[in-house]
């Protein structure tokens, strides 16, 4: 994929002249639009964007001591990922809170499971996309990249999954998952059937509709709070 | 933001034991899960995704001969970006046709205008976002990192342009943007009155209009044709 | 409310005759229809809809063993209600994801809050019909009669929470707990604030969104399991 | 379907502790939570729920002088019922309307037809689910109950009629009847082609497209006007 | 309005030359083209549109015997509109039905209101245009250009009522009946204040309710049925 | 097509006494109606809809200086259609903009295609009507009328595409354009595999995905402009 890199880019250059109409603007080569005056992002957009997660979410609720457990667990996600993810500190104002959602979380994405752990990824991103949740999508996009040890994958997870070019199997699960995200009252015997056809077990149904279900709690947990991402998963396995 | 690389990653590591079940799987801390066997992402969906562009679109319509002038473009095309971007292979089965698509696309994104090169790719990307577009989301998202000079201000216009913290301009243009694109029959004149109260004079409502409108129609031959972005785009401007 | 008891009612009687043709049919009093021939229901779809809860769910996972805990628990809901909820034998097969299920629905719908247990199950059937969930509205639809200690509100909730007479207070969390169903990618800063001005805190917004999301993770459970209420729930507190 | 009686009951008893967090909260017994503080519903939404038909619409339109034929009408309804349906209160205040409506619902409802009165009634019932109408789904609700001589299957139409274990006639006269509603516009050959498959006349085609198209009409009058049904519905044949 | 009169006529002609490329092809003048060979509308698709009610609708229901009342009735048709419309004729296959439907229908649209009939007319048009409804947009189309006297306003009721230049009660009017056609449940009484702030009585938001109901019927019977309109409709009142 | 000539006509006249109700009001036969007071459209609302054309767009953008180019295109628009489209009007406020848009409409609908010229403008008219844009329908529903010779496959265009009866190949095209300007990010191989069973080519599916494509845009920048179509659209091949 080599490429020439090039900051402030429009995706194409302007094209030459080839109108009637004398090219009094607009049509000039890209290289000599330089000098022209753009609006450019004001600067408080772009300490915000930056600083995206100076503020994890919307509502002030003081953390609460953490747990050993919880603390420990921190920890770790410290010296395992460089940072602790920001929904954990969202949810440590109540280590009740805290430990029930990571127990549920950890249980479903990283136990045993007919899914591999980049399918589960897989549905948490589909789902997401569906939803629009700028933060799962940040944070789960940056986890199929990593898991499939390819870009591409997470960026038509967040775009639009029936725009990637799966295998009959991860298709049939993805298409459970968003149906049932988008129009849960018409999930029927006929879309379990589909699952079965394509290889899944009655527990693998189960773990799909668990991880959809979940990813349908998170994106709401997070648009109601206005969470913010951490940035360091933008950057992760880009190429 | 400095991170610690790490591949094949989950966003969380999994918790340390806490409740009462014996933690016979699941609970394991997430190092020690390497050993587990991944259902691996399959090599024939890895390869399609990895070669996303060997086939542009799902349409069998071999080039025409360049003209001179679009010969010119695309060799300016590769000189200042490396490639030729997909969108105008896919167009050149046909010169007028190419023709009139660069000279509609460069007029609208590059001329003169009240809009910013910037402004007029976040509606690109935010009505391609709608419309969920995968060429288009990720052509113009770069476009929009390369111009803000900024990885995440691409992000939110791709996953949701509500989660940008923008000035109030840039909202009310993204929002009657967004609405055109949702409901075009249900703009009207408050909705333009909205923009003017932003500071926007009626140029620049014609300007946010056939933004608007060029991508909804680029979205549209774009998922028809199943077009593929070319893979540069994926790396530009992430950190 | 007193009222004459009748089976097989339809809900008016018939008109008296008013049209100029003669009423050859449909016209007689209701009295009189008794003798004609009803297709009656079938004795395959009565049968399935008595006994609803033969079969709990669509899928066939053995339960498992349960722990002590889950044992003593079980237990206590059949002293208490008389029966073991059907969504916790749909989750038995699993003793992690049986207790991480308890945990979060305990914490959220009985821990201390400023949401009211009663508020809280409004939320939950509010939320289970945009998604209407059968299994969700018949045994929540239940606790909302009993905790009123009265049925319409109820019906209400299960039918259009915005034909409740509510105060304000309570329609503010119904249309944010809604509206974060149907729509949560449009979830911003003006819903929290409607919802502060209504009287709420920061943590009481946490509360909404953490019964929302949850809700509608279990409806898609639910749904995507074709999970059966227990019948007991249908005659609670209907009077 | 033996059960213990309860009252203000949650759908289930509080989970034993199971968390490494001390239990201070949430988590004790569901018995030793009576003496918490609740915040009651407010006695004026307890009044309005409970008096739901003290007024019956929001439109103030004083009775007219019912006509001979209505006041036999009434009366009947009187001797039958136990009361007076309101949606016949609401009309009288013109009689030629109400004349009009009880000639064309008795026709629809109780004429003879290939249509049992119990399937009329189905039909009322999911296409007042669709539109989400309180009274079309209380009033028509009671009579699925009661002509089904079983309270579930009213549930099922009110809440989600896919949910129901129809026979196969049955599911396609609700499948196109809700689509009906839903989405008249793609009403098309094969969908009357369907119902002829499963067993139905021309006739019987245009009945189901009547009554369901009726509803269409009741539900949007009584949604307009803020209809009350008569609480005594409520109770009936929920056992 | 004096114009040339055109057969087969594009909107525009054809550009004069203007780009680059040689103009072999699509950039002639309108007038060369004439000779070109046009893939013409195929005769069964001409014959099967221009003989549009040969069938009235999708359904063989033969027409029973009129009753005195009903043969008066359609004899004054002939006499007044020189036809019968096709609407009558779907129901002659039993009289009580259409007896009901005349009844009804007459007394909203016909009889004393605080609407004009003209009005009455505008809500069945916007109605039917929401739910595009071929037989009543045709037949009410032309009545909204028959009683305004002048072509323009039925034209934009069947396109987008938003696009007519209403004044502000007839706007309030149809923005009333158009919700309560897509989003009935969302009707409440911030809605209907809209109406009284606009100059209409309960009397009136009765008969706008009561239009806007029966065209949600009736569009739905004629879609169920695929309901014809006389093409005599066509043409009437169109300068 | 005969007809007796009517004003001010409703499409039925009222029907003969048949209720037990004294009639006295709305039953009387329409011929006696004429005396009553009608509230007639306002003189304001019948100007505005009268002179829709008197100001082309809700921008104030005055028109530039045509090009030599441009001028010679307008007059042989008012040569051969008696007016120069509204369209080309609002565009001629900036050259380079009127250059492009026309460059690319006359390629798309009158150069050679697979597709006729009456094709590519019922693609125009289906997609315009599911936008429900008043310019376009208006243009492009007199466009078909014209090129069908025929009045009555415009309106269906206009109304509801899929009443109308078209052959297989037809219908395929506009199910396709329909779908892709409601859903398209839902078109999938499926949806073009369908296309070239109904006989298109790969050359064919382009040009019926840019024609749909172009209206998508075009209708945005009527209805963010509030285009209003020229008159003599109206009137034209009627019958």
Redo the contacts between chains.
């Keep these: 994929?080599?490429?020439?890199p090039?900051?402030?880019?429009?995706?194409?250059?302007?094209?030459?002249?080839?109108?009637?109409?004398p090219?009094k603007?607009?049509?000039e080569?890209?290289?000599e639009?330089e000098g022209?005056q753009?609006?450019?992002?004001?600067r408080?957009?772009?300490a915000?964007?930056?600083d995206?997660d100076a503020v994890i979410t919307?509502?002030?609720?003081p953390s609460a001591e953490l747990?050993?457990?919880m603390r420990?667990?921190f920890d770790?996600?410290t010296e395992?990922?460089?940072?602790v993810?920001n929904v954990?500190k969202a949810y440590a104002?109540d280590?009740?809170?805290l430990?029930?959602?990571?127990?549920?979380?950890?249980?479903l994405?990283?136990?045993?499971s007919g899914?591999?752990?980049?399918?589960r990824?897989m549905i948490a991103v589909a789902v997401s996309?569906h939803?629009?949740?700028?933060y799962c999508?940040?944070?789960?996009g940056?986890?199929v990249r990593?898991?499939?040890?390819?870009?591409?994958?997470g960026?038509?997870m967040?775009?639009?999954y029936?725009?990637?070019?799966?295998?009959r199997r991860?298709r049939a699960m993805l298409d459970?998952a968003v149906k049932?995200?988008a129009l849960?009252?018409?999930?029927?015997?006929s879309d379990?059937a589909a699952l079965r056809e394509a290889g899944f077990t009655?527990?693998d149904?189960?773990d799909?509709?668990?991880v959809?279900?979940?990813f349908?709690?998170?994106?709401?947990?997070a648009?109601?709070?206005?969470m913010r991402p951490n940035?360091?998963?933008?950057?992760?396995?880009?190429?």
Aim: charged letters at 25%; proline letters at 10%; hydrophobic letters at 40%.
């Design positions: 994929m080599p490429r020439k090039a900051k402030k880019r429009p995706p194409y250059p302007a094209q030459p002249p080839s109108l009637t109409v090219l603007r607009g049509m080569p890209w290289g639009r022209r753009e609006t450019p992002i004001s408080k957009t772009k915000a964007t930056c995206d919307a509502l002030e609720l747990t050993p457990g420990a667990y770790k996600c395992k990922l460089g940072f993810p954990l104002f280590m009740p809170k430990e029930a959602f990571v127990a549920m979380y950890n249980d994405m990283l136990a045993p899914l591999s752990k980049l399918e990824e996309s939803n629009r949740c700028y999508l940040v944070a789960h940056a986890a990593s898991l499939a040890d390819h870009p591409i994958l960026e038509l967040v775009m639009n029936r725009a990637a070019r799966l295998d991860q459970f049932l995200t849960p009252w018409e999930i029927e015997e379990r009655d527990r149904i189960w799909i509709a668990a959809a279900g979940f349908n709690m998170s994106n709401r947990i648009s109601a709070t206005d940035p360091a998963y933008h950057g992760q396995k880009r190429e």
